[in-house]
């Protein structure tokens, strides 16, 4: 009698904090595993160097190879979510809207209604690499000199989801960045990261953008009130010059706890009973800290400068 195999399915944070959704991550997951397996992965990865490598959009680009047939039921099946058809139906078409994946109708046999689905990788490496992931991973057979990473310069291979993956595996995918902020702060990162780089019209976030986002959201204010509060920041900046503008989060968190502060003097002076989320006995220790974290004098001020 043959032994029955695990099925796995796995759910990586990075792509929870991309799509904003555990089940759409577990399904972009297991899309990127079948896109390893099809007859003609060479040439979609071959594909997707070039459409990463011209910088050209899934719209402009054409999509020949690493399409998937695969039905939402199997998908379903596979990933143990147990869905009806039309949910993972509904979970791969936000997928589409959102640029991680294309879908198709069998373009040889019109009467074949399967669905088929080709993974966006060169999508999942940008948005990943904008907000300061690891994308070695996901990179593949890509060239890696397009995407460099401060912290490692190792490649590897995307974790397969398979039915006969190991134990080891298991334990090695749910330690992952065991170290790490939990799910929830990096969620508030991804939201932060995502609205600056809008507004300020930038590509990819610095070392010094991310030590001030992680700062303010040491914190523990409330996620709507930073967003918030940076949409007022941006709404509100005053140019110097011709061309002044914003040119790191530093400003922005400045502008952040400035308004922390005096929301606390506000509040133990009387006038005002708003709690603003955990100022209580803060006050001038939010400057101390984050000028202690930036271990650069001056660097973070009251006085809001924009030239960081």
């Not at 949910?87 to 959102?98: F, Q």
């Not at 700062?215 to 900046?237: M, R």
């Not at 400003?251 to 100022?279: C, D, H, M, P, W």
Request: glycine letters at 4%; charged letters at 30%.
């Amino acid at each position: 009698m043959q032994k029955k195999v695990w099925k796995v399915a796995v759910v990586r944070e990075e792509l929870v904090v991309i799509t904003g959704n555990y089940i759409k991550a577990i399904l972009l997951n297991q899309l990127i595993y079948w896109s390893k397996r099809v007859k003609d992965s060479n040439l979609y990865f071959l594909e997707e160097k070039k459409r990463m490598q011209l910088e050209r959009d899934s719209d402009d680009s054409p999509l020949s190879y690493g399409w998937i047939y695969k039905k939402a039921e199997e998908l379903s099946e596979e990933t143990m979510l147990n869905l009806n058809e039309k949910t993972i139906r509904t979970y791969l078409k936000e997928l589409d809207d959102m640029g991680y994946i294309a879908q198709r109708r069998n373009p040889k046999y019109k009467w074949d209604r399967t669905i088929q689905y080709r993974v966006n990788l060169t999508k999942v490496i940008e948005d990943l690499n904008r907000i300061g992931y690891h994308i070695e991973e996901y990179i593949m057979l890509l060239p890696s000199g397009n995407f460099s990473n401060s912290n490692d310069n190792n490649s590897g291979a995307i974790p397969e989801i398979t039915s006969e993956t190991t134990s080891e595996t298991i334990s090695n995918t749910s330690s992952e960045k065991e170290d790490g902020p939990d799910l929830n702060k990096n969620l508030s990162f991804a939201k932060i990261s995502k609205l600056y780089l809008e507004l300020s019209n930038r590509n990819k976030l610095t070392v010094n953008d991310r030590t001030a986002i992680e700062a303010v959201l040491e914190q523990s204010y409330p996620i709507n009130e930073i967003l918030d509060l940076t949409k007022e920041c941006f709404a509100g900046f005053k140019q110097k010059y011709s061309g002044d503008k914003i040119k790191s989060f530093q400003y922005v968190a400045n502008y952040i706890f400035n308004n922390a502060k005096t929301e606390q003097e506000e509040f133990q002076n009387g006038r005002n009973s708003i709690n603003y989320g955990k100022l209580e006995n803060k006050g001038e220790s939010i400057f101390n800290k984050v000028t202690e974290r930036a271990g650069i004098d001056g660097g973070w001020t009251r006085n809001l400068e924009c030239d960081f």
